[in-house]
């Protein structure tokens, strides 16, 4: 064998080798598992890690005192929005809004799905679970869905018959109702849907038959038990995959949707332990400045603080069960988790109670991404806008280029990450809806423009009855309604803006060209 032979032979075993191993990294590289857990109606500031720099800073008006350990370990190793927002602060909305990455007129929900109402998530968009499906992900989905037209197809003892005429013609909620196997079910694999608004009473179907007591896909199973706790124990022996209920070659992506700490606020559906550890009468003897801290907070009507509270604390206890899981097995590091809420909580502000208001109570939302494989801690002011967590997590999760063209949310994953050849722009404004309403939120202001009629009439508004903006630096609880005559420069600048949103959403507002003579469409 000659010299150059031997060389030849070298080079070629060392070349092999090198690609060998190149090979062997790239199969053996996971992708990040991705974790979204969202509490119903829960407020921005109702965690514990607002009261610290650097996050105090960043408040708009005063955090509340409660008690989250665990939701202050995610953002202290995390990265903290301090403007995400729900667009339309409402259960059904969000979900769908969330679900799809595409805003209401295109999603198909306008409104909260309930009797008497068509509002129901589209059969044929691409949603979460099936985005990451496709991708190669195993699936689930755990706890409250609400997104299908509520249709009387049970019959009275609550199995889904998938039929108005006997023995079906029954419903099991006036609200949420079952997602059937097949398309309403977008991709979801490993499914544990919870329902009905009573905490130690969550009514469950599931595809998992030994998680339901041997029952069938369809058939209503009570565990009677604390909705966190139980999920939170369904979680977890999903993630020790005791079953073989995923394929542990497979990274998952899991939506865990808590109904807590959203009412009936009452000892009945409140964990009356942690009540009683935490705010109890004992330690609070009054609702005073001490445990309702917002100065615009009517003490009358925010009689229901304490189990407000209480389950907020509660429910960031079982989400500490399912993060010591993912540490435990060596996951937590490679999971990007985002924990965020469907809308807020008015908890008094402004003599209200619950949700779907224009005001910050309402629409502000926590949001933090925990992925320390992947993202350094920190404080992000970006205008997040619900439609935005689909694309932006599939980026992060290193399949934006899986995307559908459809979806009407924006990439962040670029400027989070940051990359050189990021060309993402911070939006200026997103975009506020309700029943009655549109308006905008920017770094500063919020502006609204409020329809003379109540949310729910069937029957169509003629006018715009109000027309105003707070200025959220100088008035923090938006306590001051400002005309949009009294700053007409600045009016002008967000009218600007709530047009150029409503195209861009195909809102119907914008088709109708509703109330042009104050939206100036023809300047976009």
């Given at each position: 064998m000659g010299r150059k032979t031997r060389i030849l032979i070298i080079l070629s075993l060392f070349f092999f080798n090198c690609q060998e191993k190149?090979?062997?990294?790239?199969?053996?590289?996971?992708?990040?598992?991705?974790?979204?857990?969202?509490?119903?109606?829960?407020?921005?500031?109702?965690?514990?890690?607002?009261?610290?720099?650097?996050?105090k800073q960043h408040v708009i008006g005063k955090p509340d005192p409660v008690i989250t350990p665990n939701i202050d370990k995610?953002?202290?190793?995390?990265?903290?929005?301090?403007?995400a927002v729900s667009n339309y602060p409402l259960c059904s909305p969000y979900r769908g809004m969330l679900m799809s990455g595409m805003y209401p007129e295109q999603n198909g929900i306008w409104n909260n799905c309930k009797v008497g109402r068509t509002h129901s998530l589209k059969d044929n968009i691409a949603t979460i679970p099936d985005l990451f499906l496709n991708a190669g992900y195993n699936t689930s989905y755990i706890g409250k869905c609400h997104w299908l037209k509520n249709d009387p197809l049970f019959d009275e003892d609550g199995t889904y018959v998938g039929s108005v005429e006997a023995p079906g013609g029954y419903r099991i909620n006036k609200y949420d109702t079952y997602i059937p196997p097949g398309k309403t079910r977008h991709g979801i694999e490993y499914f544990y849907q919870a329902i009905k608004d009573q905490h130690f009473n969550p009514h469950i179907y599931s595809n998992d038959s030994e998680a339901i007591g041997g029952k069938k896909d369809g058939e209503l199973?009570?565990?009677?038990?604390?909705?966190?706790?139980?999920?939170?124990?369904?979680?977890?022996?999903?993630?020790?995959?005791?079953?073989?209920?995923?394929?542990?070659?497979?990274?998952f992506c899991m939506i865990w949707s808590m109904n807590p700490p959203h009412n009936p606020w009452d000892d009945k559906n409140t964990d009356m332990a942690t009540l009683r550890k935490h705010y109890d009468i004992d330690k609070f003897p009054e609702i005073n400045d001490s445990l309702l801290v917002r100065e615009n907070a009517d003490k009358e009507v925010a009689t229901y603080v304490r189990h407000y509270f209480a389950n907020i604390t509660s429910s960031d206890y079982y989400i500490g069960l399912v993060l010591d899981e993912l540490e435990k097995l060596g996951e937590l590091n490679n999971t990007i988790v985002i924990f965020s809420s469907d809308h807020g909580e008015m908890l008094g502000s402004h003599g209200k109670k619950g949700k779907n208001e224009i005001e910050l109570e309402s629409t502000a939302i926590p949001f933090i991404i925990h992925w320390p494989k992947g993202l350094k801690h920190g404080v992000n002011d970006l205008l997040l806008s619900v439609p935005d967590v689909l694309p932006t997590t599939m980026g992060l999760a290193g399949i934006g280029n899986q995307i559908p063209k459809e979806i009407e949310g924006t990439n962040f994953s670029s400027l989070l990450l940051n990359e050189k050849n990021n060309n993402v722009q911070k939006p200026k404004a997103v975009l506020l809806m309700l029943g009655n309403s549109r308006g905008v939120l920017t770094n500063r202001y919020s502006l609204c423009l409020k329809e003379n009629k109540k949310q729910w009439d069937v029957q169509g508004a003629t006018s715009i009855e109000e027309a105003f903006l707070y200025d959220n630096q100088v008035?923090?609880?938006?306590?001051?309604?400002?005309?949009?005559?009294?700053?007409?420069?600045?009016?002008?600048?967000?009218l600007l803006e709530l047009a150029k949103l409503l195209k861009k959403t195909n809102d119907p507002w914008y088709q109708d060209k509703r109330y042009s003579s104050i939206i100036p469409y023809t300047e976009i």
């Open positions: 190149i090979t062997k990294l790239t199969k053996d590289e996971k992708k990040p598992n991705v974790l979204i857990i969202f509490p119903d109606q829960l407020r921005r500031y109702s965690a514990g890690f607002w009261a610290e720099p650097p996050y995610l953002a202290k190793n995390g990265v903290v929005f301090t403007q199973h009570l565990p009677k038990t604390f909705s966190p706790k139980n999920e939170s124990q369904i979680i977890i022996d999903y993630l020790r995959n005791t079953r073989s209920q995923r394929d542990k070659n497979k990274p008035d923090p609880y938006q306590l001051n309604k400002i005309d949009i005559e009294e700053k007409p420069e600045i009016s002008k600048d967000l």
